[in-house]
């Protein structure tokens, strides 16, 4: 029995060192490709973490942005508006290529007040000139009020950059009410 039992150890060495020499070159080949791997996760990372904090550095200087505009709603002052809205856009510009981190509508959203505040501020060629910006960077995106009115029309209506309305076209856009009664006011005294 002994024999046996002898014989059939003897006989699976070959075949048990044979699996062996197999598993161990298996594995030094994942091992020498791994280790290609393992720097491109490291890039990664570091990419990633670059974006993370590119993201972060834009919430905050957007922050900033948003507070000096809540003041200068509540001081009605021209030059805070514009203070305001020059930390909009360099919280924008500042992210480089980290872009595509931040959510397209966030940025939107950041962008449109800039104008706003540019145009509140009396800057109006910095309005255009950020206007275009914007129509540039987001094709075919449009915001809205909340009671509906088209964000792009409503500055181009406001920056002279569409063609001179009827009473009748008024109707057709979609802008603030107050807007038009403005424009259709203004309309009106120039006339006379």
């Not at 002898?6 to 048990?16: A, D, H, L, V």
């Not at 706003?116 to 000139?129: L, S």
């Not at 856009?173 to 009664?181: A, C, D, E, Q």
């Amino acid at each position: 029995m002994t024999d046996k039992l002898q014989n059939s150890i003897t006989s699976r060495r070959p075949i048990q060192g044979a699996f062996l020499v197999a598993a161990l070159v298996g594995l030094s080949a994942c091992a020498s490709t791994g280790g290609g791997n393992s720097a491109d996760g490291i890039g990664f990372r570091e990419a990633r973490f670059q974006e993370v904090t590119a993201m972060r550095d834009y919430r905050q200087c957007r922050d900033q942005g948003y507070e000096m505009d809540r003041k200068a709603r509540a001081s009605g002052s021209a030059g805070a508006y514009l203070a305001s809205a020059r930390v909009l856009e360099k919280c924008d510009s500042g992210l480089g290529a980290g872009k595509h981190g931040v959510a397209r509508d966030e940025r939107m959203l950041a962008y449109a007040l800039a104008i706003q505040n540019h145009f509140k501020g009396g800057d109006i060629e910095a309005a255009r000139r950020s206007f275009e910006h914007f129509k540039g960077a987001f094709p075919d995106h449009d915001l809205y009020y909340p009671d509906g009115a088209s964000f792009i029309v409503t500055m181009q209506a406001l920056l002279g950059q569409a063609e001179p309305w009827t009473f009748g076209e008024f109707a057709a856009l979609n802008v603030n009410p107050s807007l038009k009664s403005e424009m259709r006011r203004m309309r009106y005294w120039k006339r006379k």
